[in-house]
């Protein structure tokens, strides 16, 4: 999406970047201008267009680097404990961490997800990459836990798809130190990690095959070798 830039260049970009990102936080994401990114800056606004066409980019930029980041720390952090419910818990709670001071742009942000067409929706093509990022993070947070092949499946899927709900309800928590949204992030962990033992007894095999297939048929369960693991980890 970008040109190829050189050393210099790329500490232009990110003093952009960075630039952009405070005033999204300070101003909001819609009452911001590529105009005041480039003066805030301290370049022209020809030269900001040269990295950046539009705030869109940004963002873009922004969501890849909140990919990046997640996937660092749950390898850092995650995959080394011992426990799946551990594991899970650090995957999920680093996400929101990562998350924690850009409540008001994600909110600005979540406007566009109900367009499957905008370049910001996170349900859209244009972000696809990094949903896949995402449940790949997820795919190295289970490990090696021994789960059937349709199991293994729908898990990163599953998962991608419980923080991103959790994701939204921390967005609307007004409680201290948002104390609601880690008490259901708690209590929804400690459900998943009981849901795949379950899920594992022989009986349930043809219910996992059915799930499968009709997400399959749907097209919301990507193979495990779409997720580009090499990019984020």
Do not use: C
Not at 184 to 200: M, N
């Amino acid at each position: 999406m970008f040109k190829t830039i050189t050393s210099k260049g790329e500490d232009t970009r990110d003093r952009i970047y960075n630039a952009a990102l405070t005033l999204f936080r300070e101003r909001g994401f819609d009452a911001t201008t590529m105009r005041d990114v480039a003066a805030a800056a301290g370049m022209s606004l020809g030269a900001a267009y040269h990295y950046f066409p539009s705030k869109d980019a940004i963002v873009l930029a922004y969501y890849d680097h909140v990919s990046k980041e997640h996937a660092r720390r749950v390898i850092t952090e995650a995959a080394p404990q011992k426990s799946l419910g551990a594991r899970l818990g650090v995957a999920v709670r680093t996400k929101l961490e990562i998350l924690r001071n850009d409540r008001p742009l994600m909110g600005a942000l979540l406007r566009f997800a109900g367009d499957p067409r905008h370049p910001l929706s996170f349900f859209g093509p244009a972000t696809r990459q990094h949903r896949l990022e995402s449940m790949a993070a997820f795919s190295i947070a289970i490990g090696d836990e021994p789960l059937p092949e349709d199991l293994a499946r729908l898990a990163p899927v599953a998962l991608w798809a419980l923080h991103m709900g959790l994701l939204l309800f921390f967005l609307h928590d007004s409680s201290a130190g948002a104390k609601r949204t880690a008490a259901l992030t708690t209590g929804a962990i400690d459900l998943i990690v009981l849901a795949f033992k379950l899920a594992r007894l022989p009986l349930l095999r043809s219910l996992r095959r059915r799930i499968v297939t009709l997400l399959d048929d749907a097209k919301l369960l990507p193979e495990l070798h779409d997720i580009d693991l090499a990019r984020v980890s």
